[in-house]
Nanobody, 115 residues
Framework: EVHLVESGGGSVQPGGSLNLSCAASGFTFSSADMVWVRQDADKILKWVSTIKSEGRSKFYAAPVKGRFTISRDNTKNILYLQMTDLKTEDTAVYYC????????RGPGTQVTVSP
C-alpha cells in the first residue's frame, strides 16, 4: 500500500524559503515518477512539479518555475521540494503524490506566505 507523508510546511513572509519533504513507503519508490501538487483556498488541486524516477528529468508549473526545485533521494525514499522567493499566492496545502491527479497523496503540509 502506498504511504506518503509530507512535512516541512510553515509560515513565512514573502521572499522567504521553505523545504518540504515527503517520506514514501509501501511501493518501489525508485521506479516511480513523483509529483508535488497543492490545494489553495479554491480547493482545486493544482500540479506543481514532477520528477522522473531516475531523478534527472524535472518539470515545473509556470507559476513556480525558477523558484522551486524538486529532488529525490532514492536511497532514502524521500521526495523534496525546495521553495524560494515565496509569494502570497504560494499559500496552500502541499501534497506529494504518484501522479498529477494527486493519487495516493498524504495528509499534506500547510504552507502560509503572508506579510
Amino acid at each position: 500500500e502506498v504511504h506518503l507523508v509530507e512535512s516541512g510546511g510553515g509560515s513565512v513572509q514573502p521572499g522567504g524559503s521553505l523545504n518540504l519533504s515527503c517520506a514514501a513507503s509501501g511501493f518501489t519508490f525508485s521506479s516511480a515518477d513523483m509529483v508535488w501538487v497543492r490545494q489553495d483556498a479554491d480547493k482545486i488541486l493544482k500540479w506543481v512539479s514532477t520528477i522522473k524516477s531516475e531523478g534527472r528529468s524535472k518539470f515545473y508549473a509556470a507559476p513556480v518555475k525558477g523558484r522551486f526545485t524538486i529532488s529525490r533521494d532514492n536511497t532514502k525514499n524521500i521526495l523534496y521540494l525546495q521553495m524560494t522567493d515565496l509569494k502570497t499566492e504560494d499559500t496552500a496545502v502541499y501534497y506529494c503524490a504518484t501522479d498529477v491527479l494527486g493519487s495516493n497523496r498524504g495528509p499534506g503540509t500547510q504552507v502560509t506566505v503572508s506579510p
